[in-house]
Structures are given as C-alpha cells and as structure tokens.
C-alpha cells in the first residue's frame, strides 16, 4: 500500500480500503457479490482517473515519493548488479550510480541518475542532481562498454543537472556536451528509458540512445514546469499551465518524434506495484536489446547520428 | 577629470540590455564614459578605454572576421513553426512573427559560408537579440547544414555563439536540438575537418552543453559570461553571493575550458592563424 496518497488518488485508495475491510469480515458473511461490485467500480474508477490525467498530474506521478528508484528497478530485474565508482579525475558522484549487471544472462553497463528515499539519502544524492564528475563517471563506463562490447542501459530520473559552484567551476556544460557527442559515435547499443523525471541537460547527458524509452508516468522537456513558470510567468503559480504547454509527457513526445515508445505502467502507476513494473521494464528492455543486436556498430551509429540529426519543425 | 564623468556606478545598470545604443554619442557599459560612435565603431564596438566588448547583431560579427563580401548566406529564411502550440503570456506563433518584424531576422542565427584571408569557411553568427539567442528547431536545422556544408565543401566550421540556452518555447524538441547538433558534430570530426567555437556574452544553457563547448579549439571573448546555469539560478539554489569574476571568459580560461580569450580586435588575426596551422 502507498504510504504517500496524492489528490487525484485519493478517491481510488478509499475505495480499495473498503474492500480489504469487506473481506477480512467475509469469513462471517457472505457478501462477495457486493465485494464483486466494489472491485469493478474501483476499476472504472481507475480507468476514469488515469486516462484523464493532467499534464501536471503525470509530472507528480513521475516525482511520487514511492516511486522505484534506479536502484530499485536494478535489484528488481535481478541484474546482479556491482557498482564502479568514480570519474578518474575529481571525485565520485553520487547523483549518477554505474556498473556492470546482467539481464537475461547478457552483460550490461547500467547507469542511472539516483534519488534519495528521505532527507538524509537525499541529501546523499544531491536529490538526483548530478555534477560533472557524474557524468564523467558515466562516460568513463561507457567507453569501458565499448572496449569490451557490451550494450549500454541508461535510467534516467533527474529534475536537472546541479546549479552550483563547484559545477560550474569543473565545466558542468562540457561534461554534459562531452556525452552528447561521445554517446553518438559509440559503437554498442544504447538503450535509454525515462523513468521518472527527465529534466533538461541534466537529463540528456546520460540520454542519446539507439532506443529512447519513456515509462507512462514520467515527463522530458527542456525545463521543470515549475522553473519555466517561475521564468515566463514570473511566478511560480503557472506550474500546471507550463507543463500543459510544455507537452512533455510520453504520448506528446512520442507524436513529436522524441521517442520510440512508452512503456506501460502497472494499475494505477509504478509505486503501486514496483515488481511488475520492473517486469515489464526487464522484457521491454530485452525486446529492443535483441533488436539493435542484429545491427552492426557502423549501422548503429549511423542510424543513431540521422535519428538525432533529424529531429525539429521549421518551415523553408 | 572630465567634468560630466560619473562618480557613482549607475543607479540601475542596465544590465539586459547590452547593444549599441542609437545616436551619435554613447556611453560605455563597463567605464560610464562617453565616446562618439565614430571612435566605437573603429574599435570593433568595444570601449577604447576600458575594452567592454558591446553586444553586436550576426552580421557586424561575421564582417569583423571575414573577407569583405565574401559572405553568402544560406537558410535565411528558415522559420520556427509552433508544433507544441505554446502560449504563456503571449502565443509563440505570435511572439516569432514580432520578431521577426522587429528584428528583421527569421530565427538566432546567421549561417553561410565566406572567406578568410581567402580561405572557404563554414560559419554561423547567433543573434542574442533574437528571443535570447535561444536554440530551437531553426537554429538546430541552420547549424546541420552548415556542418553539411563544411563537408561538402572540405573547410572548416566556425561558430559564434551568443544565447541564453534552449528554447523553451519548443520544449523537448529545443532539448534535442543540442543532441542534433553533437551529432552533426560527429559527423564533421568523422571528416577530420577542424571546428572553432567562439563564445560571445553570453553563452549559457544548452548552447554551452552542446555545440559552442565542442570546438576543436574553444575561444572567448574579454569577459563574456559562459556557463550552464544562470548566475541567478546559482544564485538562488546555493543562497550566497557568488565570488567575483565568476563565469566570466577568464575563469573559464583559469578553469581549462576555453583555449584562449581573445580581445575582438584580435580574434579575425587569431583564427587567421589558428586555420593556417590546421591546414597546413
């Protein structure tokens, strides 16, 4: 059961409660026809919620406090993980998280953006926010990738790249520009998915891929609704109108040309059942992972160069 | 002391707006003096006493470096559609046909190929004046062809940046703009085909975790401000004041990111050379 209940949930909850409370009393009395009736009215109910979702309603989806984590999603799909620390340079980031893993007995160099659970894990990650060390580290796996010929898996879930000092200081624009450019010219797969927040250059840096994936309940987009408000408002009140208006949820995207597909959520969203949301992302994950091994490195990296180099609206 | 100099800063330096104003007499940003415009423009529009660099349109930049009338624009007249149909306080649709009657450009940028010192380039100039210099689909597709260009044609690809970022107007499409331009990179290294990327005040955002931190040999201009984020945003997030000099082109020279800041009455001299060596 959730421990954090958004608004737009709330209703959905309630009724689900009802429903445990009937049936702990059902051993007395039979009412499992009312029990029945519950059950497909909390269905529809739930159809009606999430097929009606707000743009802003997927952004709170996306940052729900119980939401799986990189992490999670990697101990989920039993991956064996074995994290690889640092940039070989500065320091070790702990807002992006690397290392080798195994899917279906293939090796992977997973990397992902990761949240902290509570204030003190938060504080830990820098709230997902890496620095340019983050994603140094992450190029310094993923070259390791291609030197030894394993595909490449990102997570992404970020409201950004760190706006700091120190950052700037240790050329946080370059090291996001680096990956751009070395993420293109990489010679295995690459297989990106959104599965939170994939907010602005923070979010790109770990972010070109052969495949670019977004789970149901997360946004992309140049900035957080709540900064592009707080800049084209100038208040911080306009958050619900800018995420309308920056139509950044997977179906916009994926109509835009962004991305390649969306993956579906459990019922109800990802924190309402994790273990098949990682089932789900694992053979989703796999069906495009055998996909893209039928190509060649050539292939891949022409492909990927035309796919980026081809995207955007204008008129002659 | 000349009696009409100043002795106080301005009471509200005016901080955003930053180009050459009209009339004869201006006076500089950076030393509060008073200069006529004869002897500005003679300086390039920088100040012959304190060296401020003005902020100047595409094509005044792109004549400092280039041969005379040696330029020839392409894709002047690339538009931006509205394919999220965004509307905050005014509609983009809206906002971009103002523009462009304000500014007499179509999009940020200025792309064509010219000659210096009667060597073939491939070059771009961006407009800050222009929503910011911001980067969405045109300037994207504008940069594409010119590295497109600079193939086809075997010379090298100069960028002159001056921007605020992505634009957010577009949302994710301006996001994937920086990747189209990586790519397109790519393509141009794949060529061995050299890259200058010259930073201008100011270059931030997504422009500088793109294409402009990408050069082959990255040069800036006397204190232009080059970062990811903003001042402010810095500013805000950390609550203190940021240290003197920061983001400014000789930190970044101090910092290793920049190859070198180049004072503009150099820089047609510095890439001159720079070209030389690349093609020799």
């Not at chain 1, 799986?68 to 940039?87: N, Q």
């Not at chain 1, 993420?183 to 790109?204: F, K, N």
């Not at chain 2, 008073?34 to 060296?51: G, V, W």
Request: proline fraction near 4%.
């Amino acid at each position: 059961m959730a421990k954090t209940i958004l608004e737009f949930e709330k209703p959905i909850i309630e009724l689900e409660k009802k429903i445990e409370e009937m049936r702990s009393m059902s051993s007395d009395l039979d009412i499992s026809n009312e029990i029945e009736a519950l059950e497909r009215r909390v269905n529809d109910l739930r159809k009606s919620i999430f097929s009606g979702l707000s743009r802003w309603q997927r952004v709170q989806l996306a940052r729900h406090p119980d939401r799986p984590l990189t992490m999670d999603y990697l101990e989920m799909m039993e991956t064996d993980f074995i994290e690889l620390h640092g940039d070989r340079h500065f320091g070790d980031d702990h807002a992006i998280v690397g290392g080798f893993g195994q899917l279906d007995g293939k090796t992977i160099m997973f990397i992902g953006h990761q949240k902290g659970r509570d204030t003190k894990s938060n504080l830990y990650r820098n709230f997902g926010m890496a620095n340019p060390e983050g994603y140094r580290k992450a190029l310094r796996l993923m070259k390791m990738a291609e030197k030894f010929d394993k595909p490449v898996i990102t997570l992404i879930d970020t409201p950004g790249a760190y706006p700091g000092i120190g950052a700037e200081e240790r050329g946080q624009a370059e090291s996001i520009a680096r990956n751009l450019f070395e993420m293109c010219r990489l010679r295995v797969p690459i297989i990106v998915t959104i599965i939170g927040e994939g907010a602005s250059g923070g979010a790109l840096g770990i972010g070109i891929g052969d495949r670019i994936l977004m789970m149901e309940n997360t946004w992309y987009s140049v900035i957080a609704p709540e900064s592009c408000s707080s800049i084209l408002w100038r208040s911080w009140e306009y958050k619900e109108q800018a995420a309308e208006a920056l139509k950044l949820t997977g179906e916009d995207l994926l109509e835009l040309g962004v991305i390649d597909r969306i993956i579906e959520e459990p019922r109800g969203g990802a924190h309402r059942n994790p273990a098949e949301a990682a089932f789900i992302l694992k053979n989703t994950l796999l069906e495009e992972l055998e996909d893209l091994l039928k190509s060649t490195p050539d292939k891949r990296v022409k492909d990927r160069i035309k796919k980026f180099s081809s995207i955007g609206y204008y008129e002659e | 002391m000349a009696w009409f100099r100043r002795s106080k800063q301005n009471i509200d330096p005016s901080s955003g707006k930053k180009e050459v104003p009209d009339g004869s007499w201006i006076k500089c940003n950076g030393c509060n003096e008073m200069f006529h415009r004869n002897q500005i423009e003679a300086a390039l529009y920088t100040c012959p006493k304190c060296n401020y660099h003005f902020r100047v349109d595409s094509k005044t930049y792109l004549g400092f470096l280039l041969d005379p009338k040696s330029f020839r624009e392409y894709d002047k007249k690339l538009r931006a559609t509205d394919p999220l149909g965004f509307v905050d306080s005014k509609a983009y649709k809206d906002r971009i046909d103002s523009m462009i009657e304000k500014t007499g450009l179509y999009d940020a940028i200025r792309c064509g190929v010219g000659k210096i010192d009667g060597m073939t380039v491939s070059i771009g100039a961006m407009d800050f004046a222009f929503i910011g210099g911001s980067m969405g689909s045109v300037v994207g597709e504008k940069i594409a062809r010119a590295v497109d260009r600079a193939i086809k044609r075997k010379c090298p690809l100069i960028l002159v940046s001056s921007s605020g970022g992505a634009r957010m107007m577009e949302g994710a499409l301006s996001l994937m703009q920086m990747a189209k331009t990586a790519a397109k990179l790519v393509q141009l290294a794949e060529k061995k085909l050299p890259y200058i990327s010259i930073m201008l005040d100011p270059t931030t955002g997504g422009v500088t975790a793109s294409f402009a931190m990408l050069g082959d040999v990255n040069i800036a201009e006397p204190k232009a401000l080059i970062g990811f984020a903003g001042p402010r945003v810095i500013k805000q997030t950390i609550g203190k004041d940021l240290p003197e000099g920061f983001q400014q082109a000789e930190f970044l020279l101090e910092k290793g990111f920049v190859d070198m800041v180049v004072h503009r009455k150099d820089m047609r001299e510095t890439v001159l050379r720079l070209l030389r060596f690349f093609q020799n």
